[in-house]
């Protein structure tokens, strides 16, 4: 919490992360690892808690009971909240905003109302009450004591001694009490703690001289972004701490729900498994010829094998199954990737056709394939609801495409594309929504390609390396969106690399460690 002569800096705006977050995070990650870090990732490994789940077993399984199943929760949700916390360096809480039709609401403001109904009646009295007033003023006290440090002893026994509620009883009960007196006072001292983007609401509180009713309410609506402020405020001075302790606090969390949930590594140990044969399709030719298995095929090395399932997951099909467990921290992170990665890829595979159609009516005009680009990546945008119609999207999006060239001709006096060029190329844009088009094929298999030597590359994160040939027009965007991917690759190793071990050992018959990868 801030000092009283500090005020906590507004965090009411969601901004998403860049990769200036992205470097940041990938700087923190490697500060993470460490001699004892390396240490602990070996202890757990030659020890029985890391491997005892992934191990064949002929007991039945465990029955749970709820208390288990309620500690699972709950270390789940902390594992979540730290681990959002820790990537996120935007991450904030906001006040909850209820459906304005939903039941919830509806209660709520039938109880508030009763509430200030029967607060303005007893004020309204000949003499007034001041029960319910009372209560609020306690609660306000107690609201602007949990503001102050601990050692802020002169505010504290000032608030205590203004707003003493066994003195505020007595003036009550003998119609002495200055509820308005009262009430600027709490006002004032709201303006010494909240945050500065509160300043216009403490500004429209002093100069709300009216209702007392209508006061009470506001301040409590005041109070209550001051408290989010406050926990916002907290969250960021305790982010640098759970950096530092990240990756043992998330590790451990985890080997606790999994001690408790013995399947808990169910989806991870499948999806590792899934991708020991794609892994074994890219191995080098050398690697094929020196490394087998048990059965005599050649096996994939453990670094090959998690890469290419970490490739998996941005092509990752929910309908068919769910994330691995190990990833589901980074659900939201991932579904985010994936949907750039979508519209990259069709943008690229749009212009590839339009260069290899009329090529030379494009050809030295960077502004105008930068306007190209912009226009179908706007027009592509949310290709990846259900409810988007990719056809009519890309139709619209050739429209554009020869309107534009066309013009571009026109200004330096070409004449306009042929109407049977532009129909071709309008049926090839379309054609794109094909899985077999040879222009998506090869634009995807580029993009895995790229983001396999990044994956590769130990220095990515901080020097991505060139894109491959054919994507150059979204070169920007891909290795943007490459940082952003080899550091949550890079975090989750270094949190879940124990687990990935036991399971690889298993699946290769070879004796690794962490350090291998």
């Known amino acids: 919490m801030p000092r009283n002569d500090e005020r906590p800096t507004s965090t009411s705006t969601v901004v998403s992360e860049d990769q200036n977050s992205d470097t940041e995070s990938s700087e923190r990650c490697d500060s993470l690892t460490s001699s004892s870090d390396v240490d602990c990732s070996r202890q757990s490994f030659t020890s029985d808690s890391s491997s005892k789940h992934n191990s ?78 009372i209560k609020l003023l306690d609660e306000i006290k107690d609201t602007l004591l949990s503001f102050l440090n601990p050692g802020a002893n002169r505010l504290r026994t000032q608030i205590m001694e203004v707003l003493d509620m066994d003195l505020i009883r007595q003036q009550a009960d003998n119609n002495a009490v200055d509820i308005q007196g009262l009430v600027s006072y709490i006002i004032n001292t709201m303006g010494k703690f909240c945050a ?53 606090y998330e590790r451990a969390k985890f080997q606790s729900i999994l001690e408790r949930t013995p399947s808990a590594l169910d989806h991870t140990n499948e999806w590792i498994k899934s991708s020991i ?32 399932a970490y490739i998996r997951l941005l092509i990752w099909d929910e309908s068919k199954g769910p994330l691995p467990e190990t990833l589901m921290t980074d659900e939201v992170r991932l579904q985010e990737m994936q949907r750039s990665l979508q519209l990259y890829q069709a943008v690229a595979s749009v212009l590839l056709i339009v260069y290899s159609s009329i090529g030379g009516a494009v ?32 139709g619209n999006v050739s429209a554009q495409i020869c309107c534009e060239v066309n013009k571009s001709l026109a200004e330096r006096n070409f004449p306009a594309l042929p109407a049977e060029l532009q129909e071709t190329l309008k049926g090839q844009i379309c054609d794109v929504t094909q899985e077999n088009n040879p222009i ?47 550091n949550l690759v890079n975090f989750n190793k270094k949190v ?4 990935y071990v036991s399971i690889l050992k298993n699946l290769l018959f070879i004796d690794i460690s962490f350090t291998d990868f």
């Open 196 to 248: 500065p983007v509160r300043d216009d609401e403490i500004k429209k509180l002093k100069e709300n001289s009216g209702n007392l009713v209508t006061l009470f309410k506001e301040i409590f609506r005041v109070l209550d972004l001051m408290k989010m402020d406050m926990v916002n405020f907290t969250i960021q001075s305790l982010r640098p701490e759970l950096q530092r302790q990240s990756v043992e």
């Open 496 to 499: 879940y690399g124990p687990f």
């Open 363 to 394: 050809s030295g005009l960077p502004t105008l394939v930068e306007r190209l680009k912009k226009m179908t990546a706007v027009l592509l945008e949310g290709m990846h609801s259900t409810d988007f119609n990719l056809t009519e999207a890309l």
């Open 277 to 308: 044969d794609e892994a074994t399709q890219v191995m080098p030719p050398s690697d094929k010829s020196s490394d087998s298995g048990q059965s005599g095929k050649p096996l994939p090395g453990p670094t090959l094998v998690l890469n290419t």
């Open 56 to 133: 064949p077993s002929c007991s039945p399984p465990k029955t749970l009971t709820l208390d288990e199943v309620m500690a699972s929760a709950r270390d789940l949700s902390n594992l979540s909240l730290a681990h959002e916390i820790v990537v996120n360096r935007n991450f904030h809480l906001e006040p909850p905003d209820l459906p304005q039709n939903s039941l919830e609401k509806k209660v709520k403001d039938m109880v508030h109302k009763a509430f200030w109904d029967c607060l303005e009646s007893e004020l309204n009295d000949d003499p007034p009450e001041y029960d319910y007033a």
């Open 440 to 486: 998506r094929t090869l634009v995807e298999g580029r993009v895995h390609q790229y983001f396999r030597v990044v994956l590769a590359s130990t220095n990515s994160h901080r020097t991505p390396p060139p894109v491959p040939p054919g994507l150059g027009l979204i070169q920007p965007e891909l290795m943007g969106l490459g940082v952003s991917f080899v």
